[in-house]
């Protein structure tokens, strides 16, 4: 079989194939009914700090050069690290960037909004428009947009997260990744364990998986809506979209497997459980994980592994997808000596 992601444009971004290593500390720590536990490093794609969003920008900067586009434009939180990898893969790519950020955390550390990914944006050099308070977002965003078109330039729009069928297909193409690393080593039950959101990486994981017609399940942890339905939903729908631009059949329904409860109270704001995930595995593993995402998937995953959720002999790969410089802008909830 040819490289099935041939068609599609593609701007290579990322140093690929990120490691695959065991968290045998993680795991002795976790006792001896714990299973096999590997983490894939997305946090080392290489892209400014890294991260999943790097996967998915292949592809949608590809597609944006493809249709003669200049300038990158997407939108997110204060310290959305999809931003500041979109950022930095215009500087690599010679396009701009124009971030459209939304004060919409209800989270008031001290450095969250002057430090962490918000900080690396103006150090990346994009042009970062702050949705005022108050403001009609959308009238904001169609604001912005002609100020681009009215300087003679070609905006190509990715929604937060990058998440459309198009940078799905970083995912997609990572399953495969992941498979062929685990039956290298023989790892034929396995399970990929990871943070959800916006829902790229879980369709693009789904369609990878139906794309080989075998393989690792796929397994996200809520770290974004409220409304877990109504985001199972969405990532089929997404995953649907992703499958037809391949050519093949939507994935079943139930194909998404979502869990729910790890959130806390919004996304974005900190739970204990997602501080004493981060420092758990940065003194078991020396592996940084973040406040937003990983450090409440890993909250999630390591309470599903006390529960049992998981057997014994599945080999449980979590996907590291990034984030770590998120870390400062919630340094008040993690600096105990001052
Ligand atoms: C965006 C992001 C996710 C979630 O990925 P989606 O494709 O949006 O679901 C997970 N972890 C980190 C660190 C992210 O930045």
């Known amino acids: 079989m040819g490289d099935p992601f041939a068609a599609f444009p593609r701007f290579r971004l990322a140093h690929l194939p990120t490691p695959l290593t065991e968290m045998l500390r993680l795991r002795a720590a976790l006792g001896p009914s714990c299973p096999p536990l590997f983490i894939k490093r997305d946090d080392c794609t290489g892209l400014a700090g890294g991260g999943n969003k790097t996967r998915k920008l292949e592809f949608l900067v590809g597609e944006a050069i493809a249709e003669g586009c200049d300038t990158l434009v997407t939108t997110g939180a204060l310290q959305s690290n999809h931003a500041r990898q979109t950022a930095a893969a215009a500087v690599a790519a010679g396009l701009r960037a124009t971030l459209v950020l939304a004060d919409m955390v209800p989270y008031e550390g001290s450095t969250y909004r002057r430090s962490g990914n918000r900080l690396l944006d ?43 069928a198009t940078g799905s297909l970083g995912y997609a193409a990572a399953y495969g990744e992941i498979a062929d690393e685990l039956s290298k080593r023989e790892l034929p039950k396995a399970r990929i364990v990871h943070a959800s959101s916006s829902g790229g990486t879980q369709a693009g994981l789904i369609v990878g998986r139906l794309l080989r017609g075998e393989g690792p399940a796929v397994h996200g942890i809520n770290v974004y809506r409220l409304d877990t339905d109504q985001m199972r939903a969405d990532i089929a729908k997404l995953a649907g979209a992703t499958a037809e631009k391949m050519g093949l059949p939507a994935p079943r329904a139930d194909a998404v497997i979502l869990e729910d409860g790890f959130v806390g109270p919004r996304y974005g704001v900190p739970t204990p459980e997602m501080v004493e995930a981060v420092e758990l595995v940065a003194r078991t593993d020396g592996i940084l994980l973040d406040p937003v995402y990983t450090g409440k998937a890993m909250a999630g995953f390591l309470s599903l592994i006390k529960a049992g959720a998981f057997a014994r002999d599945e080999a449980l790969v979590f996907l590291h997808t990034g984030g770590m410089p998120g870390l400062f802008a919630y340094e008040d909830e993690f600096l105990t000596k001052v």
């Open 122 to 164: 103006d150090i990346l050099g994009a042009d970062v428009k702050i949705i005022p308070q108050g403001a009609d977002a959308g009238a904001f965003f169609k604001q912005v947009m002609a100020a681009i078109e009215a300087e003679g330039r070609k905006a190509y729009f990715t929604p937060a997260g990058g998440s459309t």
